[in-house]
């Protein structure tokens, strides 16, 4: 059983992985499923089995990412929000080619929809800070759609303290 997941996950990255590749010289109504299947070298079953449309294979990308990033920084103790603020920031910069595609691609919501699923609590009961936590993810996506739209001018370190200063100001270490 194992395997077998191992396997589906490897496809899968290898779906994505090409056709974010494609994404940036095609728009994504060009692009089809099957040229995706033949430049991933899997068949059209493969493809259904595990994604129900083009853009649910930059979902799981963006998932994969931010799970994975997520999990490295759960391992990580001590922390001050500017750190941490500072480490998401590098992170965003680690996959700059693939949020440069989305908003190429005219694709940023499935940016800001990621952030929303990993950074949100989306059962939460409380309504004021379901509310709170859809600002920050609005605004934090905001942030890095404009700050690589711009040329990322400002380095992934100042970038988190330019964050934590202004709208966290009370967590500085």
């Not at 994975?68 to 920084?73: N, P, S």
């Amino acid at each position: 059983m194992g395997r077998k997941k191992n396997s589906s996950d490897f496809l899968k990255e290898c779906i994505a992985t090409l056709f974010l590749f494609m994404l940036r010289t095609k728009s994504i109504e060009s692009i089809t499923v099957r040229e995706i299947t033949e430049l991933a070298n899997v068949s059209r079953i493969t493809y259904y089995r595990n994604f129900t449309s083009k853009e649910n294979v930059i979902e799981f990308k963006l998932d994969k990412l931010m799970t994975d990033w997520i999990e490295h920084e759960k391992t990580i103790r001590n922390t001050s929000a500017c750190e941490l603020a500072i480490r998401f920031f590098q992170f965003f910069y680690s996959i700059r080619d693939i949020v440069q595609t989305l908003i190429q691609a005219k694709l940023s919501l499935l940016l800001l929809n990621a952030l929303i699923i990993r950074f949100g609590d989306v059962f939460t009961q409380d309504c004021a800070e379901y509310y709170r936590q859809i600002f920050i993810s609005f605004g934090l996506c905001g942030v890095i759609l404009t700050w690589m739209d711009t040329g990322m001018n400002e380095s992934p370190e100042e970038m988190g303290k330019i964050v934590t200063e202004t709208f966290f100001p009370q967590e500085q270490t």
